[in-house]
């Protein structure tokens, strides 16, 4: 069981927007980063977001990312068909001493 | 271009002990940290812990402490995971992930496609 926690899945039609929570505690979110990972089943995570709201280069503005309190989030907006993944959320938990990745999400885009 | 190329699959019994390899290339090899995270079938990603190419100084996660084992060879920018005492629950992809912080806050830029260990009797 993860200690952060996602929805197991979301669901949008194409064109929409989607949103997926990232809910943690004051130990990890509250007080750290948050990256986000999209992962195709069978291939490598790719990066989406670093520093709560930073996109590296090559990830377009559809994906941004965001924080309040003990909670993240990642709004993909303008879906597409081919935004269909796996979605982890990532940050350290300064008691801990760990990073901790979220649960995971399925996007279907419908 | 950056690349994390693992060794291949591997197959254990229970109690043995495995190593994967991640040959680094495509950037400076002691300019990044290096992380291994495992996912098991059908499950999320776990961490497990880091190590700094510099110095070899490792950080493991608690689930792993006294387990694993991450060591690195500059003079071939590879990486090293060993863990031993395998256990079923232990079959899993296991993972090298560049980090571009080398601090807390880490997050990864880089991921390799994984080395599947299987331990099974």
């Known amino acids: 069981q993860s200690v952060l926690t996602q929805p197991p899945s979301v669901s949008a039609a194409p064109g929409q927007k989607v949103t997926i929570s990232c809910s943690g505690s004051?130990?990890?979110?509250?007080?750290?980063?948050v990256s986000w990972y999209l992962q195709v089943p069978g291939t490598a995570p790719k990066l989406l977001i670093y520093?709560?709201?930073k996109r590296p280069s090559g990830i377009p503005d559809r994906f941004s990312g965001s924080k309040s309190g003990t909670s993240a989030a990642l709004d993909i907006t303008g879906l597409q068909t081919g935004d269909e993944a796996d979605y982890y959320c990532?940050?350290?938990?300064?008691?801990?001493?760990?990073?901790?990745f979220g649960g995971g999400t399925t996007l279907a885009v419908l | 271009q950056v690349q994390l190329v693992h060794s291949g699959a591997e197959v254990r019994n229970p109690g043995a002990s495995v190593t994967i390899s991640c040959k680094a290339s495509?950037?400076?090899?002691?300019?990044?940290?290096i992380h291994w995270v495992r996912q098991a079938p059908g499950q999320g990603l776990e961490w497990m812990g880091i190590?700094?190419?510099?110095?070899?100084?490792?950080t493991y996660a608690q689930n792993f402490q006294g387990r694993v084992t991450m060591t690195r060879d500059t003079s071939t920018s590879t990486v090293y995971m060993d863990l031993s005492s395998l256990r079923s629950e232990d079959t899993a992809v296991y993972s090298c992930?560049?980090?571009?912080?080398?601090?807390?806050?880490?997050?990864?830029?880089?991921w390799g496609q994984g080395t599947l260990v299987t331990v099974s009797s």
């Open positions: 495509g950037y400076t090899f002691t300019s990044y940290f």
């Open positions: 990532g940050t350290w938990d300064s008691s801990l001493s760990a990073v901790l």
């Open positions: 520093d709560t709201d």
């Open positions: 992930a560049r980090d571009p912080r080398g601090y807390n806050n880490y997050y990864f830029d880089y």
């Open positions: 004051s130990s990890n979110i509250g007080k750290n980063y």
């Open positions: 190590i700094n190419p510099v110095t070899g100084r490792t």
